[in-house]
């Protein structure tokens, strides 16, 4: 279904089934396995950095693409 964007463009609302879903939270939990394994030794100070220049990280370079981050709810 489109809907219109108040930026002008053509919006696209989609239904995830459940099978998506499913799909979606197993590709999600194996990433977050991954995470974890990655950092496993790490200190909560040093997990605590990475998220910090992680969200840096984000903001920045939506900045200069000129979006805003996070995004608005």
Same mark, same amino acid.
């Given at each position: +279904?489109? @809907? /219109?964007?108040?930026?002008? =463009?053509? #919006?696209? !609302?989609?239904? @995830?089934?459940? #099978? =998506?879903?499913?799909? %979606?939270?197993?590709?999600?939990?194996? @990433?977050?396995?991954?995470?974890? !394994?990655? +950092? *496993?030794?790490?200190? /909560?100070?040093?997990? *605590? #950095?990475?998220?910090?220049?992680? !969200?840096?990280?984000?903001?920045?370079?939506?900045? %200069?693409?000129?979006? #805003?981050? /996070?995004? /608005?709810?």
């Amino acid at each position: +279904m489109c @809907i /219109p964007d108040p930026g002008g =463009g053509i #919006a696209r !609302k989609f239904r @995830i089934t459940a #099978a =998506g879903e499913r799909r %979606l939270d197993e590709h999600r939990d194996g @990433i977050i396995r991954g995470l974890d !394994k990655v +950092m *496993a030794d790490w200190t /909560p100070d040093d997990v *605590a #950095a990475f998220a910090a220049y992680l !969200k840096r990280f984000n903001t920045d370079i939506e900045r %200069l693409s000129g979006r #805003a981050w /996070p995004r /608005p709810g």
